[in-house]
T-cell receptor, first 109, second 115 residues
Framework: GQNIDQPTEMTATEGAIVQINCTYQ??????LFWYQQHAGEAPTFLSY??LDGLEEKGRFSSFLSRSKGYSYLLLKELQMKDSASYLCAVLDSNYQLIWGAGTKLIIKP | DAMVIQNPRYQVTQFGKPVTLSCSQT?????MYWYQQKSSQAPKLLFH???????NEADTPDNFQSRRPNTSFCFLDIRSPGLGDAAMYLC??????????????FGAGSRLTVL
């Protein structure tokens, strides 16, 4: 079966750095997405990785290792507004999106 | 601004009373999706349209139907809602269905409550 694993919940302090991990086992791989979802709202696109390595976009970076079936989302200089769920999703060989259940990130002052 | 608009944002219905949720998009995207999302769970794909081609997920109950009368609009019909159908329903679009171009743009969602 296809599976995406992420921690259920993480807590971090305002101004700090946090890394949210995602491991996947899918039928093929055509890219990995990270989405941010605030409570009661729709997911919004953060990043897309299809090649190994680090993609940096402002305070957010996303890393991919295809050989390890592993990605992480790195959030720097955390702000209270970063409190949200972060969803990892993999595009499989049939171009179907396989979603993780999300990691709820709680930011404390 | 180009966007995906869902109506209504909140829908309360009685057990067994049909419900229709709507979605419109001004992005001119080819693909439209309906997802069901329950609290703290991953979004679950119900259907998607690639242009007019309808694709039903194998485990989507028959109670759920969809229509896409034109490029801009898509509807989700729940014929006889049960308590287990209470959820957030998310409409999303993508320009195409291939890697790299498959970034989803979501609407704000319709939250369904079944009494």
């Amino acid at each position: 079966g296809q599976n995406i694993d992420q921690p259920t919940e993480m807590t971090a302090t305002e101004g700090a750095i946090v890394q949210i991990n995602c491991t996947y086992q899918t039928s093929g791989f055509n890219g990995l997405f990270w989405y941010q979802q605030h409570a009661g709202e729709a997911p919004t696109f953060l990043s897309y990785n299809v090649l190994d390595g680090l993609e940096e976009k402002g305070r957010f970076s996303s890393f991919l290792s295809r050989s390890k079936g592993y990605s992480y989302l790195l959030l720097k200089e955390l702000q209270m507004k970063d409190s949200a769920s972060y969803l990892c999703a993999v595009l499989d060989s049939n171009y179907q999106l396989i979603w993780g259940a999300g990691t709820k990130l709680i930011i404390k002052p | 601004d180009a966007m995906v608009i869902q109506n209504p944002r909140y829908q309360v219905t009685q057990f067994g009373k049909p419900v229709t949720l709507s979605c419109s998009q001004t992005l001119n995207h080819n693909v439209m999706y309906w997802y069901q999302q329950k609290s703290s769970q991953a979004p679950k794909l119900l259907f998607h349209y690639y242009d007019k081609d309808f694709n039903n997920e194998a485990d989507t109950p028959d109670n759920f139907q969809s229509r896409r009368p034109n490029t801009s609009f898509c509807f989700l019909d729940i014929r006889s809602p049960g308590l287990g159908d209470a959820a957030m329903y998310l409409c999303a679009t993508s320009r195409d269905g291939v890697a790299g171009a498959n970034v989803l743009t979501f609407g704000a969602g319709s939250r369904l409550t079944v009494l």
